[in-house]
């Protein structure tokens, strides 16, 4: 048992650190289990699995001994300008998450490494935008190439069972910003040129959580994770100053990266022996990001470039199906507004209003279970018409074009 521990969590912790990045609702990514993925991400009520730590920190009294999961899903985003493509790339995002019961008291103990925020887009020189800067305006550099934020976070988690019908949960958060990077081009008093900023960083947050069994079919869950600030450092290239007279900055370099607050309340509702409802209602405190202000390494500032997000909620419905005592088979469907707003539009990020369904499957051996989830999400096509006046077209104004496939696998060992 003890090497069959060692193993997966070696093994997880390698992917990790190896994984690559995405982009679903912004650039939050949801999906940390194949079953709550398989229900449309509707699990607060429900955590009935070790990704629980991160869905809900007050659900892991409901999991008894030790259990070790450990899977990865594989994000797929397909975005289109006017007709032109980004480069298509499948991410992968692994996931780890252990549980363990202290004894015969009221404690438990978990640990979970994921990564709930990511981005990666790369736009090639035929795309409008990136052509017309070579071409037509005789730059010779494209404007927005390439993308990268690459983050994952570590949480110790703590659970108190308070009596029969309620529990409580809380945890540290700590989110360590792997990769940053963030390419393109401009216009300058040194003429065009092609800018970088590359680097890393971290932040400390918080998360609680709570269940409450109402009755023996309804369970009422809420699940809260802080916002943070991660202090990036890193190094820049032909940054760019506000100021185009300036010219443009190369050195050491830092940003304040904003990760929003989230907060969800989840209903489970066991209609029947077999079949089990989830609805969810997820806040996401996106006016938290509202800029990006790049600086040099003593404060001065650079340049700053203005998100001004809008916070939303999404709303997620899930149910599953006990076929037998091993296999259940699960469902879902949710909707999720966009937080970013005509006139900040940027095709770093081609978001828009999203709609998903997802299904999937389990089976549970008792001592082991392993669970599969595949997830098709679909993103309003976005006319972006900014009407900013420029001396040259408004280049990111058109039509975008998204969607997403996710295809999720995990395997829960329990000892």
């Not at 093994?11 to 229900?39: C, N, Y």
């Not at 809900?56 to 070790?68: M, R």
């Not at 079919?217 to 943070?228: E, F, K, M, P, T």
């Not at 037998?324 to 005509?342: A, K, S």
Request: net charge negative; aromatic share 14%; glycine share 10%.
């Amino acid at each position: 048992m003890k090497r069959c521990f060692i193993i997966l969590t070696v093994f997880t912790l390698a992917l990790i650190l190896a994984a690559g990045t995405a982009f679903a609702g912004s650039f939050r990514i949801p999906e940390s289990g194949a079953a709550a993925m398989a229900q449309g991400n509707a699990f607060v009520g429900q955590a009935d699995d070790p990704s629980a730590v991160h869905h809900n920190v007050g659900a892991i009294t409901g999991l008894e001994g030790n259990q070790l999961m450990s899977g990865i899903t594989f994000i797929t985003p397909e975005s289109e300008f006017e007709g032109v493509s980004a480069k298509k790339t499948t991410f992968s995002v692994p996931y780890m998450f252990y549980t363990n019961h202290l004894g015969e008291s009221d404690w438990w103990l978990g640990l979970g490494v994921n990564a709930p925020f990511g981005l990666g887009t790369e736009w090639g020189n035929s795309v409008y935008f990136n052509d017309f800067f070579i071409n037509t305006a005789g730059y010779g550099i494209p404007i927005t190439t390439k993308t990268v934020l690459e983050i994952i976070k570590i949480e110790p988690a703590f659970a108190y069972q308070v009596n029969d019908k309620l529990s409580v949960g809380f945890g540290p958060e700590y989110y360590y910003v792997k990769d940053v990077e963030y390419n393109g081009g401009g216009v300058t008093v040194s003429g065009p040129l092609a800018f970088t900023m590359k680097g890393d960083g971290n932040g400390l947050g918080f998360t609680l959580g709570g269940l409450y069994q109402a009755s023996d079919d309804l369970r009422i869950g809420l699940a809260y994770h802080s916002g943070v600030t991660a202090e990036l450092e890193g190094d820049a290239v032909n940054l760019p100053y506000n100021s185009l007279a300036v010219a443009p900055y190369t050195g050491k370099a830092t940003l304040d990266l904003s990760i929003p607050d989230t907060f969800a309340v989840g209903i489970n509702y066991r209609a029947s022996e077999k079949l089990s409802i989830n609805v969810d209602l997820d806040f996401t405190q996106w006016s938290d990001y509202s800029k990006l202000v790049f600086k040099e390494s003593d404060g001065t500032e650079i340049v700053t470039v203005d998100k001004n997000y809008e916070n939303v909620m999404a709303t997620r419905l899930g149910g599953s199906y006990s076929v037998d005592d091993n296999w259940t088979i699960r469902f879902g469907y949710l909707t999720e507004p966009t937080p970013v707003i005509e006139s900040t539009y940027d095709p770093r990020l081609p978001d828009a209003d999203a709609t998903a369904i997802s299904v999937g499957g389990g089976y549970d051996a008792g001592k082991w279970a392993t669970n599969f989830a595949y997830m098709a999400v679909s993103k309003e096509d976005r006319t972006v018409d900014s009407d900013v006046p420029a001396s040259i077209p408004t280049l990111y104004d058109g039509t975008y074009k998204t969607t997403i496939s996710l295809i999720s696998a995990d395997f829960t060992y329990r000892f």
